[in-house]
């Protein structure tokens, strides 16, 4: 038997606006009080009703879930009656405060409840002028007018124009004034002039969702250990023998191209471990893979030593301010020289525990698993110093490692969980994204019912595809998330919006550019970090006269709309990691757009960089090749002037480039008609030979004038 939403309100005496926002919150969508609900949604709704674990959040519902206004309306709101049937049937004392225990409890619920404590921080600004031992202060924040900052010294707008105008500067009381120009105008006043940098709240700062924790609440949690170094010295192949398992045989090139985390147990306790990608092409992502990490293993191999990416590796270590431990791989290969790897990371302030150091150094080798346990030991030594602790019983924060958009599944996101726990059925928020966990899956693709500290899970459930970088939150309800991500898309659409206000000095640069010859592209990838780096590298390559333009950029399949947006723009389609569907090929053959696929990332940056390589403006370099002084000239009829010449320097062929050169001036630049030895054509002349000549569409030669001969040759032309 079917039911309406008015009748199930009524039967657990609830008001229909209410009872309609509870059952959204239970994911039963419902557009008002007349709605038909199936035999199926009225079962869930009576669990839902009779499961004591909900009473809170049905209590929380009945009081506040409808009103969604500020805490002073709210009171407004309460004292006309519309929550008072509580406070009715309680009739508890006033307190000696005045308020009563229930209006108490009630102000409890509503702090804690469910719309109201939405919550935008802005940055705090101190004042713009201070004065500090008797010196005044003006402290500068982005840009400031001429008429602004006359009034904070205390002068009037028209003395600094004047002043400024004798310096040969025409300003007026609305331009802006350059901090270097404000010091020295200030400094005529006995004032000093200090640029504050704006400080942009972090997303959890901003929107209130960092949770203070006490010291009795901390746990020991799983140290996050980062494998780092150049390519190919083995760090998936270490992590590989780490975990026993086969990841590097999956990776084309040899080259790790995912952020991927994996939990270990060692001695009773876990490690969690961060893969990060060697290639230069992934310096963003790996820069993140630092971020999240408490200690970094750096990877040198013993027979390669210390090589560009190493230096960077480290250089990303350092920035995060992470404890270095060095496996010194390879140390099976007969060339193995771990004494030289020392003595290069010692010049990059590395320096090993036996020669007086603090860097734990660890000789190993992958392939033939020796000293993996001493590895282990150390990394377990050096967590127990650190100390590292979160509370474990709170809302659950976490970093997405890697993104991407899988067609069955939908939006999936790889996190790193930091504090709290998270659970199946939390409302979670990341950026611009939000959803609810409706799947949780571990490093063994297991299905879990629960992530904890330190442990890398796989989260199905976000409506759209966070970034990687982004820090997710769980968050109170789906009406809170929702608000918070609509602030964030607004605050970046009013970022774009004067970013995009234009200046003489802009506009001159995008004439400047206008004449740059452009390549139009389509990137798809597997995934949204693979996308960055891929859109990345590929920027590199502009330059001045030659760029790449990025129409589109996503995760995911190569489709038909791709395609046709292709076909529409003029575009190539580049995939990495991904193939086109049957119907994307069908249709690119079709209409001859290209399609590129590749593995290996630096074969499609090869590609790409032929392509404008032969999109530049081709570079001629002018050959000298000789000079003619003309001695006399005929007038010939039918034909005009020919000159009888004598060649003073180098030789002149008779297909040569020539310029007329009289009294320094150049008056001509052409080809020549005719070349002659005598009677005879001549195919070139050299210094000392006389010769007469003809020049093309040119009649006005004259005794004295100077014949240069040069060639253009065609300089082959690169982007470096």
């Known amino acids: 038997m079917k039911t309406r939403v008015h009748e199930l309100a009524k039967k657990y005496k609830m008001g229909n606006n209410e009872f309609l926002a509870l059952i959204h919150e239970i994911g039963i969508e419902a557009s008002s009080h007349l709605t038909t609900l199936t035999d199926k949604q009225s079962e869930e709704i009576l669990r839902f009703f009779n499961d004591p674990e909900n009473k809170e959040l049905i209590n929380d519902a009945i009081e506040n879930l409808d009103f969604d206004g500020t805490e002073d309306e709210y009171e407004e709101y309460s004292e006309k009656g519309k929550k008072k049937k509580k406070a009715a049937a309680a009739g508890k004392k006033e307190t000696s405060e005045g308020d009563s225990e229930v209006e108490k409890s009630k102000n409890k619920k509503k702090k804690k409840g469910r719309r109201t404590d939405f919550v935008v921080k802005k940055v705090e600004q101190g004042p713009d002028t201070i004065v500090e031992d008797g010196m005044k202060i003006i402290k500068i924040r982005g840009e400031i007018t001429l008429g602004e900052f006359a009034e904070r010294l205390g002068v009037n707008s028209g003395e600094l124009i004047k002043k400024l105008f004798l310096k040969g500067q025409m300003l007026t009381i609305n331009s802006p004034v350059s901090y270097e120009l404000a010091e020295e105008l200030a400094l005529d006043y006995d004032v000093l002039v200090e640029k504050e940098e704006e400080i942009e709240l972090e997303f959890g700062e901003k929107f209130d969702l960092e949770i203070n924790d006490k010291a009795s609440d901390l746990v020991e949690r799983p140290p996050v250990i980062t494998i780092m170094g150049h390519v190919d010295h083995g760090k998936t192949s270490l992590l590989d023998a780490i975990r026993t398992t086969t990841v590097a045989e999956g990776e084309a090139g040899g080259i790790t191209q995912k952020i991927g985390a994996y939990q270990i147990v060692k001695n009773g306790k876990k490690i969690t471990f961060v893969d990060t990608p060697g290639h230069e092409a992934f310096t963003d992502m790996r820069a993140r893979g630092a971020q999240v990490t408490d200690i970094a293993i750096l990877v040198v191999a013993a027979d390669d030593g210390v090589m560009p990416q190493t230096i960077e ?408």
């Open 313 to 720: 590796a480290l250089a990303h270590a350092k920035a995060a301010n992470v404890p270095i431990l060095v496996a010194i791989n390879k140390m099976d290969k007969p060339e193995a020289n771990p004494m030289r790897v020392k003595q290069e990371l010692m010049e990059h302030g590395l320096v090993s525990v036996e020669w007086g150091g603090d860097t734990e150094f660890v000789e190993v080798s992958a392939k033939q698993r020796i000293n993996l346990d001493t590895l282990l030991d150390t990394i377990l030594i050096t967590a127990e110093i650190l100390e590292l602790k979160a509370n474990p019983n709170k809302r659950a924060k976490g970093i997405v490692l890697e993104s991407r958009l899988d067609p069955k599944v939908g939006p999936i996101a790889d996190v790193l969980i930091q504090e709290g726990t998270l659970k199946i059925g939390d409302v979670i928020v990341a950026g611009e994204t939000h959803g609810k966990v409706r799947a949780l899956l571990n490093d063994k693709a297991e299905r879990v019912e629960r992530a904890d500290l330190s442990q890398p899970v796989e989260i199905i459930g976000f409506n759209e595809v966070p970034s990687a970088g982004d820090v997710i939150y769980v968050i109170q309800n789906e009406q809170h998330a929702k608000r918070i991500v609509e602030e964030v898309a607004k605050e970046r659409k009013i970022a774009e919006v004067s970013r995009r206000t234009i200046s003489l000095e802009s506009l001159s640069q995008e004439l400047e550019h206008a004449h740059v010859k452009e390549l139009n592209l389509i990137l798809r990838a597997d995934s949204r970090g693979s996308v960055e780096a891929l859109r990345d590298s590929l920027l590199k390559l502009c330059t001045d006269e030659v760029a790449v333009n990025i129409i589109q950029a996503a995760s995911g399949a190569i489709t038909e709309s791709d395609v046709k947006l292709a076909e529409a723009s003029n575009a190539i389609i580049i995939g990495f990691h991904v193939r086109p569907t049957t119907k994307a090929l069908k249709e690119a053959d079709l209409v001859g757009v290209e399609i590129r696929t590749s593995n290996i990332i630096y074969h499609i940056t090869e590609d790409i960089e032929k392509a404008l390589t032969g999109m530049l403006d081709p570079e001629f370099k002018e050959i000298y090749l000789g000079r003619i002084e003309i001695k006399k000239v005929f007038k010939i009829t039918k034909v005009g002037n020919i000159a009888g010449c004598v060649v003073v320097d180098g030789k002149v062929k008779n297909d040569s480039n020539i310029r007329i050169v009289r009294n320094g001036i150049v008056i001509y630049e052409g080809k020549l008609s005719t070349l002659k030895r005598y009677k005879d054509d001549a195919k070139e002349v050299v210094a000392g030979q006389e010769c007469g000549l003809g020049i093309e569409n040119f009649n006005d030669i004259k005794e004295g004038d100077i014949v240069e001969a040069f060639d253009m040759i065609e300089i082959k032309r690169s982007l470096k």
